[in-house]
C-alpha cells in the first residue's frame, strides 16, 4: 500500500466487501460495469458472491469492442457462465464509435461497423445475452460515442429505481482515476468518497478504489478456483510489468502501446488488426520510439523552424477534419491563457518543468499534442467535452410522452 494512504484497520479485501454489503442495502437497482479485465473480474468475482449470499439479481454491462484477445471473450463467457443463475446479461456488440490514436486520417472507429462487416477481427458472438439489434435501446443510434452510450445505458437500465452501477477502477492506476475518487465537488450518497453521483437516480460505485496492482493477484492466489482473464498470464511471459497490463480497445490514447502485444499473444488476431483501422500497423511499429516520431520524452525543432512554425507545419499536413478539430482546441486554450495574462501570446517554449506542471503555456506543448496524436489535448491540460447525451435523452422521453398523451 502506497505511504499516503490513511489506513483504516482493515485489509482491502474486507473493506470492498463492506461497501458491497452497503450497496445491496441501499439501492433497489444494481449492475455490473464489466470489461473482462483484471480489476472488473475482481470486482465481480465480489459482487456476484453477495449477490448470490442474497439470492438477488444484478445487471452485467459487457460492452464488446470487437477489436478484442479471443482469450477476453474466453474469459467474458466463462464468468457470465459461472454467474449465470444471478445475473442479467447485456452483452453489447453494437456500432459504437471508439478512438484511434494511431492515424489523423481516421482519428476515430466504429466497432462492430456494419459497413466494415467483412473486416471485423471477430466474428460476432452468438453468446447468451449479445445484443447486435440497433433497435434494443430506445435511446441508441448507429455510431454513438462509446460515453454516451455508457451514460444512457445506466438511465435506461435504472428506469427511475435507486441504481448502483459498479465500476472496477483503482484509484493508483492514473490520475484521471484518482480525480474519479478524490475530487472534492462532486455528489456522494450520503458522504461514502467511493461513490459518484451521474444522474438523478444512478451512483457509480468504487468498491476496490483504494487496491494496489498486487492485491488484485493477491486475490486470485487466495482463491484458485475463482477464473481470471490468461491473457494477463501470457502478457507476464511477454515480459509486461502488472503496472503496465492493460485491456481495453487497442487503438486508444494509452492503450496503443500494447500494439505490439497482440503480435506475440495472438498472432492470428494481429494480421486482422493492423487490417481493421488505418496506421495500426506503423503504430505498433513505433510506439516505443521517443523523439518526434510519437512525441514522446525529448522532442527537437527541425532545422530553421520556431516551435510555433513547427506547430503550424504540423497542423498544414493534416487532413481538414483532423485540422480544424485541433484548432478549435488550440483556440480555446490560447483564450483562457490570454485571460490569464498572457495578452501579447504565448512563449515559444518555457522551462520543461513548468510545462510538465502546466504552469505555463507554450508553443512546444501544443507540437508535443500534434506529435501524439493527442487528440482531447491532455497534454496542455484538456479534458474530453462532457456529453449532453443524458439531458437529450430525456427530452426524447418526455416528447415521446407527450405524444402519446395527445
Known amino acids: 500500500m502506497s505511504s499516503i494512504k490513511k489506513r483504516i484497520g482493515v485489509t482491502v479485501l474486507q473493506a470492498a466487501k463492506d461497501r458491497i454489503r452497503y450497496v445491496f442495502d441501499h439501492f433497489e437497482a444494481i449492475y455490473i460495469s464489466f470489461s473482462a479485465g483484471k480489476d472488473s473480474s475482481v470486482m465481480m468475482h465480489l459482487v456476484m458472491d453477495e449477490a448470490i449470499r442474497r439470492n438477488r439479481k444484478v445487471g452485467v454491462l459487457l460492452i464488446d469492442l470487437e477489436a478484442q484477445y479471443n482469450l477476453t471473450i474466453k474469459h467474458a463467457e466463462e464468468m457470465l457462465e459461472l454467474y449465470k443463475n444471478n445475473i442479467e446479461p447485456y452483452w453489447v456488440c453494437l456500432p459504437i464509435k471508439l478512438r484511434n490514436a494511431v492515424s489523423n486520417y481516421e482519428p476515430v472507429w ?101 487496491w494496489h496492482v498486487t492485491d488484485i493477484w493477491k486475490y486470485h492466489s487466495a482463491f484458485p478456483s475463482k477464473p481470471h482473464n490468461e491473457v494477463y498470464d501470457r502478457m507476464q511471459l511477454a515480459g509486461v510489468s ?78 481538414a477534419v483532423t485540422r480544424d478539430h485541433y484548432t478549435k482546441r488550440f483556440s480555446e486554450w490560447l483564450l483562457g491563457w490570454h485571460k490569464r495574462g498572457y495578452r501579447n501570446g504565448i512563449p515559444d517554449y518555457a522551462p520543461r518543468e513548468l510545462e510538465k506542471k502546466y504552469w505555463v503555456p507554450s508553443w512546444r506543448r501544443m507540437a508535443k499534442v500534434l506529435l501524439r496524436n493527442d487528440w482531447w489535448c491532455k497534454g496542455l491540460g484538456l479534458t474530453q467535452p462532457k456529453s449532453d447525451a443524458y439531458n437529450k435523452y430525456l427530452k426524447i422521453k418526455k416528447d415521446k410522452k407527450n405524444e402519446a398523451l395527445s
Request: with cysteine; hydrophobic share 35%.
Open 110 to 210: 466504429c466497432a462492430w461497423d456494419p459497413e466494415r462487416k467483412d473486416d471485423w477481427v471477430r466474428p460476432m458472438p452468438n453468446s447468451n445475452g449479445v445484443i447486435s439489434d440497433t433497435k434494443f435501446f430506445d435511446f441508441f443510434h448507429p455510431k454513438m460515442e462509446f460515453e454516451e452510450f455508457i451514460e444512457l445505458f445506466a438511465v435506461w437500465y435504472a428506469n427511475g429505481r435507486n441504481t448502483a452501477a459498479f465500476i472496477g477502477i483503482r484509484a493508483d492506476e492514473s490520475l484521471n482515476r484518482f480525480r474519479t475518487i478524490a475530487v472534492w465537488d462532486k455528489e456522494t450518497h450520503f458522504g461514502k468518497r467511493w461513490t459518484t453521483k451521474v444522474t438523478d437516480s444512478v451512483y457509480n460505485v468504487y468498491p476496490i478504489y483504494d
Open 242 to 319: 502488472l503496472h503496465q497490463m492493460r485491456l481495453c480497445q487497442p487503438y486508444g490514447d494509452d492503450q496503443r502501446r500494447g500494439l505490439w502485444l497482440y503480435h506475440l499473444i495472438e498472432p492470428q488476431t494481429w494480421g486482422k488488426l493492423i487490417a481493421r483501422v488505418n496506421g495500426a500497423n506503423s503504430g505498433a511499429l513505433y510506439i516505443e520510439e521517443s523523439g518526434n516520431i510519437n512525441g514522446y520524452q525529448k522532442v527537437t525543432l527541425p532545422p530553421g523552424h520556431t516551435w510555433r512554425s513547427f506547430t503550424n507545419l504540423l497542423l498544414a499536413t493534416m487532413p
